[in-house]
């Protein structure tokens, strides 16, 4: 895919080997408005790490198999669609605080959620975010055939978003987190839940 229009939020080092898109996650990185009140007080957003995107009107198919080479718990390769730092989403193949590696969907709607999804024992995994008007539905694939439903959900955002890879170690020291098989349709699928 010709990503040379692309820009950065948050820019880091990245590098083409071969297929793969290459992003540096530096370390403390992350998108999450945490929803938890420390001491009956919200914490300020955090929306630090590197992601890297296009503008995009309307709806669309956007899918990458991602390597996100795991360290420390909260690394991981994610999709995002965002709006601003109060409203976005992303899709992400996330080491998580259970000693798992799963497939994981963010809502941001001011605040955050966090919702795991399937436990996945592999290293890379195809990630797909599909968008028909304001609802949304993400998913994950082994093999870049058959994807399987993560979450389905609605977010009030903007015909024209920002979509793009973003890496992340939220609780790490950083690392290289590896993308391929980059692809972003404009198309309208007609089955949200199935993504095509």
Known sequence: MDMSGWKWLNESQI?????????????HTDWFN????????????????????TDVTGDFVFRAKVRPNFQSVYDACALMVIQDEKLWTKAAFEKSD????????VVT???????????????????????????FCTHYSLDGENFYMVRLFHLPVEKMVKVGIEAQSPAGEGGLRFYSHITLENKTVKNLRAGK
């Open 15 to 27: 590098i083409k080997e071969g297929n793969e898109v290459v992003i540096y996650a530096p370390g």
């Open 34 to 53: 945490n929803p938890v009140p420390e001491k009956g007080v919200l914490s300020a957003p955090v929306s630090n790490a590197p992601f890297f995107y």
């Open 98 to 105: 259970f000693g798992t590696t799963a497939a994981v969907c």
């Open 109 to 135: 709607n001011g605040i955050s959620d966090d919702a795991n999804g399937c436990n996945i024992d592999e290293e890379e995994v195809w990630l797909q975010i599909v968008r028909v008007g304001d609802v």
